[in-house]
């Protein structure tokens, strides 16, 4: 059974850092581990979710959507089984709560990265940012 467990989130002001961690694990053999992508979403309140940034596991490939593109950085640990989003310069309108989901194929891996591609999710991280 695949697992996601995202953390890391917390308050930060305008214009400051904050790093995103993502563990993910227990994916069927059946699926090459080299092909699978990791994205994460963010949703503020009252809003739909949205995809802001996705990974493919087995060759560093990334896709970001436009409003995190120059600010927010994928990276993994494969070692690990963690992603990692590293958020720059953030904005009051990154405030939301932010989940990491997983999928056993890159077919997901996409920008935007699409909430409905992706059947394995985190139990999502807060982020605050206060001008």
């Known amino acids: 059974q695949v697992q996601v467990m995202d953390f890391g989130g917390g308050s930060v002001r305008t214009g400051g850092s904050l790093r995103l961690s993502c563990w993910h694990s227990?994916?069927?053999?059946?699926?090459?581990?080299?092909?699978?992508?990791v994205g994460w979403f963010r949703q503020a309140p009252g809003k739909e979710r949205e995809g802001v940034a996705a990974i493919w596991t087995g060759g560093d490939s990334t896709f970001y959507a436009d409003s995190v593109k120059g600010r927010f950085t994928l990276s993994q640990d494969n070692a690990k089984n963690t992603v990692y989003l590293q958020m720059n310069n953030v904005k009051p309108e990154d405030t939301g709560m932010y989940y990491c989901?997983?999928?056993?194929?890159?077919?997901?891996?996409?920008?935007?990265?699409?909430?409905?591609?992706?059947?394995?999710w985190g139990q999502g991280t807060q982020v605050t940012v206060s001008s």
């Open positions: 227990g994916y069927s053999y059946e699926y090459s581990p080299s092909r699978r992508c």
């Open positions: 989901a997983a999928d056993q194929s890159t077919d997901a891996c996409r920008a935007p990265p699409v909430p409905g591609d992706f059947p394995y």
